[in-house]
């Protein structure tokens, strides 16, 4: 039988006090509208954990639903719920090499809120209208 002997990982104030204040942000609720542009009018069901303090839920988004969710799901929804698509370029020498050309974005999570760290996809330009006239 072989022993493996586990790192004792020693944070700082400094670590334990950034950790703590992203932790409290990314429970924050935030209210907006789920989008599903993959599928549009479906329903979206995935499990989500991002801290290990954190339990494993399920969630089921519906697309033009508005919800308030967690910041973390939000960002995960806007940030990470993509897939490239790949083309060819030349390089000097003229060899094609592949390298992404666009990121396609499955889901996303539009707030009703203005909050920018959520790099909010949208699918048309907003129309902004002054309300003094």
Request: proline share 5%; glycine share 6%.
């Amino acid at each position: 039988m072989v022993f493996v002997k586990q790192k004792r990982i020693v944070k700082d104030d400094a670590t334990i006090a950034r950790e703590k204040l992203e932790f409290e942000q990314d429970h924050q609720m935030v209210k907006g509208i789920f989008r599903s542009y993959e599928t549009p009018g479906e329903a979206l069901t995935f499990s989500f954990r991002k801290h290990k303090e954190d339990e494993t839920v399920t969630v089921t988004y519906v697309d033009g639903q508005i919800y308030t969710i967690p910041m973390m799901i939000a960002k995960h929804l806007n940030r990470n719920c993509n897939y490239p698509v790949y083309k060819h370029t030349k390089d000097e020498s003229g060899a094609l090499i592949p390298s992404i050309g666009e990121r396609v974005q499955r889901f996303g999570f539009q707030s009703l809120e203005f909050l920018p760290e959520l790099d909010i996809v949208v699918e048309s330009p907003s129309i902004i209208v002054d309300p003094r006239g």
